[in-house]
């Protein structure tokens, strides 16, 4: 019933930034846990950020802390993942993915803990 569009990703280079989209349908937008996942070349998906659109509260990996922001539009029924400070460890194909009528619990850092997943939006950084 939900349905999630990625857009934003592409090449940059080490040091730079990008902004990654997930556009929303299908379901009310508050009250959701939404996320964003990474699955690197060759390895499993792994965990990015997370944000509580109902009180806006955000969670994030170690390896984001500090160079990543996740945000949300109401308006545009969109969930938004700021990079900075790019790595090529950072390149990836990255996944939003969506908990409906939810918080942020602890299984917010599993895939297991959402139900719906759009197609994902390659990023790339070289060095």
């Known amino acids: 019933q939900v349905q999630l569009v990625e857009s934003g990703g592409g090449s940059v280079q080490a040091g730079g930034s990008l902004r990654l989209s997930c556009e929303v349908s299908?379901?009310?937008?508050?009250?959701?846990?939404m996320a964003w996942f990474r699955r690197p070349p060759g390895k499993e998906r792994e965990w990015v950020a997370s944000?509580?659109?109902?009180?806006?509260?955000?969670y994030y990996s170690d390896s984001a802390k500090g160079r990543f922001t996740i945000a949300q539009d109401n308006a545009k029924r969109t969930v938004y993942l700021q990079m900075s400070g790019l790595k090529p460890e950072d390149t990836a194909m990255y996944l939003c993915?969506?908990?409906?009528?939810?918080?942020?619990?602890?299984?917010?850092?599993?895939?297991?803990?959402?139900?719906?997943w759009g197609r994902g939006t390659q990023v790339t950084v070289s060095s």
């Open positions: 299908g379901y009310v937008f508050t009250g959701n846990c």
């Open positions: 993915a969506a908990r409906v009528n939810s918080n942020c619990p602890s299984v917010r850092t599993m895939p297991v803990g959402y139900g719906s």
């Open positions: 944000i509580a659109t109902g009180n806006e509260f955000t």
